[in-house]
């Protein structure tokens, strides 16, 4: 499983000439660091609110590393149903829809991965006005590395529903990409807003 790899192995994976893991797992795993600075940040901060993100955002954690081998996974899912023979009419037709079954589930990974992205973000941003200042720059990469993650997964999501045939299916998941996209910049853009309020009261 590529979430029990070592960081060196993982990256060499990455850059292994084979198409996973790929910039889906990618995605999930800069998400689930994101998440994990939160944490960070959280346990050195005080109150009931910075309690409260703490929990949230492991819960949201342990969801994330699942995602980069479940990303991994549908897209291996996707070459398999493309390589499958299509040499008679009742082999091309099984062919097409194995395709289409394993194309909307390798939009629906990264897609949860931007929706979970965007639950974790939702933690820091209520996290961010109450934190320790001292941490203030990993609130600040947290809200980044998460917004990145998210990026990268939308572009997977994107990817994947244009080649899906059933229009619902595909305009369901392209609008839902767009709104988490919008709320994903929203909340990045408060975090960095209460990250500057922070640095600034540190120097008074």
Avoid at 18 to 24: A, D, E, F, N, R
Avoid at 71 to 82: G, I, L, P, R
């Amino acid at each position: 499983m590529l979430v029990d790899m070592k960081l060196r192995e993982f990256v060499e994976a990455v850059a292994a000439k084979t198409p996973t893991p790929g910039g889906g797992a990618v995605a999930a795993a800069a998400c689930s660091m994101g998440a994990a600075l939160g944490i960070m940040a959280a346990r050195y901060s005080e109150g009931p609110e910075a309690q409260a993100s703490a929990g949230a955002l492991e819960d949201l954690k342990v969801a994330l590393v699942p995602l980069v081998d479940q990303d991994a996974e549908a897209y291996d899912a996707v070459s398999t149903a493309f390589g499958l023979p299509k040499g008679t009419d009742e082999e091309k037709k099984r062919r097409k829809a194995a395709v289409q079954t394993a194309l909307k589930d390798a939009a629906e990974v990264p897609l949860q991965t931007m929706m979970t992205a965007v639950r974790a973000l939702e933690a820091v941003a209520s996290l961010a006005p109450h934190g320790n200042r001292n941490l203030a720059s990993d609130l600040a990469s947290g809200a980044i590395m998460l917004t990145a993650g998210l990026e990268c997964a939308s572009h997977n999501v994107l990817i994947n529903a244009a080649m899906i045939v059933d229009k619902e299916v595909a305009e369901r998941l392209t609008a839902e990409d767009e709104r988490l996209r919008v709320r994903a910049q929203e909340l990045r853009k408060s975090v960095l807003k209460d990250v500057e309020r922070l640095q600034k009261a540190d120097k008074k």
